[in-house]
């Protein structure tokens, strides 16, 4: 079965931190980009981070850059999420999806893990 599985989600105060992870079965890390996405109640959905994960440069979003931290380990096909100092803006559903490093169009999805931060 190719699939994503994202977890680590869960409920945090405001300052908290969270490790978010997404394990990749059926496939290997080579040569793609994983991203993470959100998406908030009401809201759409939002790009947060992302890793290639051959040479691992990573992109954050403006509203995470300093608090968040994407990494990967190819060996165990696992790509983190690190979220620091989470505020409640920061709640929302966190998918994590994969796409080929020269392709626009995202392949696989995760099923998405709830962060819910409290004020």
């Known amino acids: 079965d190719v699939q994503l599985q994202a977890s680590g989600g869960g409920l945090v105060q405001a300052g908290g931190s969270l490790r978010l992870s997404c394990a990749a079965s059926g496939f290997t890390l080579d040569d793609l980009t994983i991203s993470w996405f959100r998406q908030a109640p009401g809201k759409g959905r939002e790009g947060v981070a992302c890793i290639g994960t051959n040479d691992g440069s990573t992109y954050y979003a403006d509203s995470v850059k300093g608090r968040f931290t994407v990494s990967r380990d190819n060996a165990k096909k696992t790509v983190y999420l690190q979220m620091n100092n989470l505020k409640p803006e920061d709640t929302a559903v966190y998918y994590c999806?994969?796409?080929?490093?020269?392709?626009?169009?995202?392949?696989?999805w995760g099923q998405g893990t709830q962060v819910t931060v409290s004020s």
């Open positions: 999806a994969s796409k080929s490093s020269d392709s626009s169009r995202y392949e696989f």
